[in-house]
C-alpha cells in the first residue's frame, strides 16, 4: 500500500462548528505533516510530526489543533475557523525527514 | 530565513515544444526534490537530487542540481498535454523536517 488517505474529500462547516479531518498511510512512514495550500500557491506546511510526537508547530493558530494516535493515524482538529481559513489541506507522510514526500488527495475546506 | 525561488510563474507552450523551470536558493541545499500538481490534484514525488553537478532523466524529463547546490533545473523535451500540471521544487528548511517550497511553475500545453 503506497498511498495516503485523507476524509472527507470536501468539507463546508461553519465558523462556530468543530469538525476533524483525517489521514492515514500504511507505509510504515515514521514523519507526518500536515499543509495547508491556497490557490495558485506552494502547500504551506502547518505541523511536522515524527514519531507520533509533534516535532515542528509552524505558528499556526490554536484554532487547529493536531493529533497523532498512532504511527499511521493524523487528525487535523477545527474549531472556530475564519473564511480565510478556507483551503486544500494536504496530509504528507515519508520515511523520515530526509525522504520524498507522498501526499494524500487533500481535504478542500470552506469555511462560511 | 531559506527562500527557494522559482521561475517562471508561468509558461504556456505548443505541444512538442520544450520547457524548462528553474530553482534556486538563498542558502546551499543538502538535496532538492521536485513535485507535480495536475489541476485539481496533490502534489507527487516525480525525483530527489542530493550530488553536487547531479544530472537524473526520467523518459522525457531532465532533472539538474547546480555545482554549487543552490540551483536546480527541469527540462521537459516535446512537451505533451499530460505534462499540464504545476512543478514545484522543495529544498530542506533549517529545521529538521521542513521543507521550503518553490512558488511553482504552471505549464499549460497547447494541443
Known amino acids: 500500500d503506497t498511498e495516503v488517505t485523507q476524509t472527507p474529500k470536501h468539507l463546508v462547516m461553519g465558523m462556530t462548528n468543530k469538525k476533524s479531518l483525517k489521514c492515514e498511510q500504511h507505509m510504515g512512514h515514521r514523519a507526518m505533516y500536515w499543509y495547508k495550500q491556497k490557490a495558485k500557491k506552494p502547500p504551506e506546511l502547518m505541523f511536522v510530526y515524527s514519531y507520533e510526537k509533534l516535532s515542528i508547530n509552524e505558528s499556526v493558530p490554536s484554532r487547529f489543533s493536531p493529533e497523532c494516535p498512532n504511527s499511521s493515524l493524523l487528525n487535523l482538529h477545527l474549531h472556530a475557523l475564519q473564511p480565510e481559513d478556507s483551503a486544500l489541506y494536504l496530509c504528507?507522510?515519508?520515511?523520515?525527514?530526509?525522504?520524498?514526500?507522498?501526499f494524500g488527495p487533500g481535504t478542500r475546506l470552506t469555511v462560511l | 530565513g531559506q527562500q527557494v525561488m522559482q521561475i517562471p510563474q508561468y509558461q504556456h507552450v505548443q505541444e512538442g515544444e520544450d520547457f524548462t523551470t528553474y530553482c534556486n536558493s538563498s542558502?546551499?541545499?543538502?538535496?532538492i526534490q521536485w513535485y507535480k500538481q495536475r489541476p485539481g490534484g496533490h502534489p507527487v514525488f516525480l525525483i530527489q537530487l542530493v550530488k553536487s553537478g547531479e544530472v537524473k532523466k526520467q523518459k522525457r524529463l531532465t532533472f539538474q542540481f547546480g555545482e554549487a547546490k543552490k540551483n536546480s533545473s527541469l527540462h521537459i523535451t516535446a512537451t505533451q498535454t499530460t505534462d499540464v500540471g504545476t512543478y514545484f521544487c522543495?529544498?530542506?528548511?533549517?529545521?529538521?523536517?521542513?521543507?521550503?517550497f518553490g512558488d511553482g511553475t504552471t505549464l499549460t500545453v497547447k494541443p
Open positions: 504528507a507522510s515519508s520515511q523520515d525527514f530526509h525522504n520524498e514526500q507522498f
Open positions: 542558502t546551499t541545499l543538502s538535496n
Open positions: 522543495a529544498g530542506p528548511g533549517a529545521n529538521a523536517g521542513k521543507s521550503t
